[in-house]
């Protein structure tokens, strides 16, 4: 075999890899989960983690904390959506810590407190 001939088979080969490479990871990132941290899961957890000290962040916690107003009263708002929750987020108050929150904790505390317009108390 001369070779040209080996030059043209190795290209061709490692042509056909890259493109096999290629698709493989264009399915993966198309079939990709949603990244966890945006689930309301996540913001049940991160809720827990940050907000219960001064909010009742469980449904059936709702009336025993007297200042901040618990989550199901947010979600029950006419006005709460996920926009007003992240601009809240983003704004100071003067009962509230000042929040440094990724957008995806964000998005993961909004989904938690708008899932929790599906419950029944």
Same mark, same amino acid.
């Given at each position: 075999? @001369? #070779?040209?001939? !080996?030059?043209?088979?190795?290209? +061709?080969?490692?042509? $056909?890899?890259?493109?096999?490479? %290629?698709?493989?990871?264009?399915?993966? *990132?198309?079939?990709?989960? !949603?990244?966890?941290?945006?689930? $309301?899961?996540?913001?049940? #957890?991160? $809720?827990?983690?940050?907000?219960? +000290?001064?909010?009742?962040?469980?449904? /059936?916690?709702?009336?025993?904390?007297?200042?901040?107003?618990?989550?199901?009263?947010?979600?029950? #708002? #006419?006005?709460?959506?996920?926009? @007003? %929750?992240?601009?809240?987020?983003? +704004?100071?108050?003067? &009962?509230?810590?000042? %929040?440094?929150?990724?957008?995806? /904790? $964000?998005? *993961?505390?909004? &989904?938690?407190?708008? @899932?929790?317009?599906? !419950?029944?108390?």
């Amino acid at each position: 075999m @001369s #070779r040209s001939v !080996r030059i043209y088979i190795g290209l +061709t080969l490692l042509i $056909a890899l890259s493109v096999l490479f %290629l698709f493989s990871v264009i399915h993966t *990132a198309a079939g990709a989960p !949603r990244a966890p941290s945006r689930t $309301a899961s996540a913001g049940h #957890r991160l $809720a827990q983690a940050w907000c219960q +000290t001064c909010h009742a962040v469980e449904p /059936q916690m709702t009336g025993l904390f007297d200042e901040a107003p618990s989550f199901q009263a947010i979600a029950d #708002r #006419r006005g709460t959506t996920m926009l @007003s %929750l992240k601009v809240f987020w983003r +704004t100071s108050h003067q &009962n509230m810590p000042n %929040l440094v929150i990724s957008p995806d /904790q $964000a998005d *993961a505390l909004a &989904n938690y407190i708008l @899932s929790l317009r599906d !419950r029944e108390n």
